[in-house]
């Protein structure tokens, strides 16, 4: 069983930054790690997603060029870099882990975090 513990959230300006973590315990990590984001009444949005060991990354073509997918394996922790940051990135993001390569589809994920709040104003 591996539980899944974000952090980093919060209220941003447009055009500011925000760095999401993503803590994972419970076994050795050597998941992939993606990260997702879903706004009331609509279908969970791939962000990105990180081979933890490869560190190969994916990325939604709405954040590609915007956002950073990064992960410090000794500390079993996964980030996401969020730049430029836009109004329509306001969302509840959460943090997955399943499968042991990078995928965009929340279905290939078996663990999920509680989620953390970003809003971006304009």
């Known amino acids: 069983q591996v539980q899944l513990v974000e952090s980093g959230g919060g209220l941003v300006q447009a055009g500011g930054s925000l760095r999401l973590s993503c803590t994972a315990s419970?076994?050795?990590?050597?998941?992939?790690m993606g990260w997702f984001r879903q706004t009331p009444g609509k279908e969970r949005e791939f962000v990105a997603a990180?081979?933890?060991?490869?560190?190969?990354?994916l990325y939604g073509d709405s954040v590609k060029d915007r956002f950073t997918i990064s992960r410090d394996s000794a500390k079993n922790t996964g980030y996401l870099q969020m730049n430029s940051l836009k109004p329509e990135d306001t969302a509840a993001y959460y943090c997955a882990a399943g499968s042991n390569l990078a995928r965009s589809r929340p279905e290939e994920y078996n663990y999920w975090g509680q989620g953390t709040q970003v809003t971006v104003s304009s």
């Open positions: 419970g076994r050795t990590f050597n998941f992939a």
């Open positions: 990180i081979t933890w060991t490869s560190g190969r990354s």
